[in-house]
């Protein structure tokens, strides 16, 4: 699998574990809801910085962001 595509679905996954929308992400990571739409989709490229971010917010480790099940 794509490593885009793996790392979105993990966001969405978490993400809809927390019961919470796309914006409510958005706010947490300082980033945009369109951003993270396209994370989740996988057509965008996050940086490390992003993915940390990311992980962050959502309160786990950058490397489980990578994780294939």
């Given at each position: 699998m794509d490593i885009r595509r793996l790392v979105g679905?993990?966001?969405?996954?978490?993400?809809s574990?927390?019961?919470w929308s796309?914006?409510?992400l958005a706010d947490?990571?300082?980033l945009h809801r369109t951003?993270?739409?396209?994370?989740?989709r996988g057509v965008r490229?996050?940086?490390i910085v992003i993915?940390?971010?990311l992980a962050s917010a959502l309160g786990v480790n950058p490397s489980d962001l990578l994780k294939g099940k």
């Open positions: 679905r993990n966001v969405q996954r978490l993400r574990d927390k019961g796309q914006e409510e947490e990571a300082g951003y993270i739409s396209g994370v989740e490229n996050p940086t993915v940390a971010k």
